[in-house]
């Protein structure tokens, strides 16, 4: 059974924790857990984040779309991604024109879709005629990533962080492992229309599960279904 398992582990020498209401190993510790100089587990596993930057002022278009990979490699193999947000800053003369997708492994989620289309005010789906768009992108953001009032700004950080247009969330991304090609994808929808990516124009936010919380996570699982 579980507790005769757990029981077991802490007479080894491993410290035996409550976590989510279930019982999980936590972590080494220095002895056994009535050791005083034991290392107190914590209440949870804590995720790393790394930042990870692209874009070196290569330009897109309508009859030409920029797809900018970056590679992240060298995290530990069993990591598994647990949040994304993204930092955009793309360079156009008409932001309603700009489409902005992300990829990694099977999923993709739209960032941006051509801000100010929607918009009932306009007399024509032309789209938001500010410059430029750039902001935080996250699934827990409350504005609207097709925000374009007149006098008051487009897609602009002052105005963010935005909510993914979609389809798809950055939540998709979760459980994926976080090494491999990420892939920003940029379209200008517009004819005779051009923008640009600048240096570290996109920058990837991704918290991950080490492989020893991989680990816990699936044990509390197992835990709470025996």
């Known amino acids: 059974t579980i507790p005769t398992f757990l029981t077991r582990l802490a007479a080894a020498g491993?410290?035996?924790?409550?976590?989510?209401?279930?019982?999980v190993l936590a972590f080494l510790?220095?002895?056994?857990?009535?050791?005083?100089r034991g290392v107190a587990a914590p209440a949870q596993p804590e995720a790393d984040t790394l930042r990870v930057?692209?874009?070196?002022?290569?330009?897109?278009?309508?009859?030409?779309?920029?797809?900018?990979?970056?590679?992240?490699?060298?995290?530990?193999?069993?990591?598994?991604?647990?949040?994304?947000?993204?930092?955009?800053?793309i360079l156009h003369g008409w932001s309603g024109d700009v489409v902005?997708?992300?990829?990694?492994?099977?999923?993709?989620?739209?960032l941006v879709n051509r801000p100010g289309t929607t918009n009932t005010s306009f007399d024509c789906d032309c789209g938001c005629p500010y410059d430029n768009?750039?902001?935080?992108?996250?699934?827990?953001?409350?504005?609207?990533?097709?925000?374009c009032v007149l006098g008051a700004g487009g897609v602009d950080v002052a105005n963010g962080p935005y909510k993914p247009t979609g389809p798809g969330?950055?939540?998709?991304?979760?459980?994926?492992?976080?090494n491999?090609?990420?892939?920003v994808t940029?379209?200008?929808?517009?004819?005779?229309?051009?923008?640009?990516l600048p240096t570290n124009g996109v920058c990837l936010n991704i918290s991950y599960d080490s492989p020893l919380a991989v680990v816990l996570a699936r044990f509390e699982a197992a835990a709470q279904d025996g």
């Open 53 to 89: 930057c692209g874009g070196s002022g290569q330009s897109f278009s309508s009859s030409s779309a920029l797809v900018e990979t970056i590679n992240v490699t060298g995290l530990p193999s069993g990591s598994a991604v647990t949040a994304v947000t993204v930092d955009l800053n």
């Open 100 to 110: 902005a997708s992300l990829g990694h492994e099977s999923a993709s989620v739209g």
């Open 169 to 178: 969330a950055l939540a998709d991304f979760i459980g994926s492992d976080p």
């Open 186 to 196: 940029l379209v200008d929808q517009a004819v005779d229309e051009a923008g640009s």
């Open 180 to 183: 491999g090609a990420w892939v």
């Open 14 to 23: 491993l410290a035996v924790v409550l976590f989510s209401n279930s019982p």
């Open 29 to 36: 510790t220095e002895g056994r857990q009535d050791n005083p």
């Open 133 to 147: 768009i750039a902001g935080t992108f996250a699934d827990s953001a409350t504005g609207n990533a097709d925000r």
